[in-house]
Each structure stands twice: as structure tokens, then as C-alpha cells.
Nanobody, 114 residues
Framework: VQLVESGGGLVQAGGSLGLSCAAS????????MGWFRQTPGKQRELVAD???????YYTDSVKGRFTISRDNAKNTVYLQMNSLKPEDTAVYYC?????????WGQGTQVTVSS
């Protein structure tokens, strides 16, 4: 299974960015799909998660600003980030769960300037 992330980049505070993560390979059914982020010296934290049925979870700091979605036919998960803040600056990673296994994307940098 391979994950390819796209999106990210540099944006001013208050701006928007979109991330996508497409999975390919031997995939029968993806359970949860999620986005994590990590800054230097800190642990990777869960930002948002979406179950196969569409149930979503958001960490408190992004509620109302970020939206996670998925396209099961394309094995792709998206993260729309609005009203970005400098503290959202991080490397963002997608993660998918298939049966008992988890797979990670390569990470994409999101930088929000003040």
C-alpha cells in the first residue's frame, strides 16, 4: 500500500489550503483515514479522522476551521483547512487503517505566516 500526499505550502494567516492523500496498492477496504501533524520536538498529533461510514473527529484546536472528507471510490482522504493560524504550521501526515495495519503518507509541509 502506498500513500501519496499533495497540497500544502505557504499561506498567510487567515488563508486556506487543501491537502489530499491517495492510497494505492492491494486495498480491499479502508477503515479510518486521518490527518496528523508534527512540529520539531513535539509528538505527532491527530488533527482529524474520518471513519468509513463518514463519522468524523477533530481535535479542539481545528474545530470549525478544518474539514475532513473522503472518497471511498478513489481511496482518497482530503483535509480542507480554512482560517489558518501560524500555530497550524507543521508537517502534515495522512494515515489509513486497513484491517489491523496502518499506513502513513510521506508528509507535506504547511507553513502559515503571520
Amino acid at each position: 500500500v502506498q500513500l501519496v500526499e499533495s497540497g500544502g505550502g505557504l499561506v498567510q494567516a487567515g488563508g486556506s489550503l487543501g491537502l489530499s492523500c491517495a492510497a494505492s496498492g492491494s486495498i480491499f477496504s479502508i477503515n479510518n483515514m486521518g490527518w496528523f501533524r508534527q512540529t520539531p520536538g513535539k509528538q505527532r498529533e491527530l488533527v482529524a479522522d474520518i471513519a468509513r461510514g463518514g463519522t468524523t473527529y477533530y481535535t479542539d484546536s481545528v474545530k470549525g476551521r478544518f474539514t475532513i472528507s473522503r472518497d471511498n471510490a478513489k481511496n482518497t482522504v482530503y483535509l480542507q483547512m480554512n482560517s489558518l493560524k501560524p500555530e497550524d504550521t507543521a508537517v502534515y501526515y495522512c494515515k489509513i487503517s486497513i484491517s489491523m495495519a496502518s499506513y502513513w503518507g510521506q508528509g507535506t509541509q504547511v507553513t502559515v505566516s503571520s
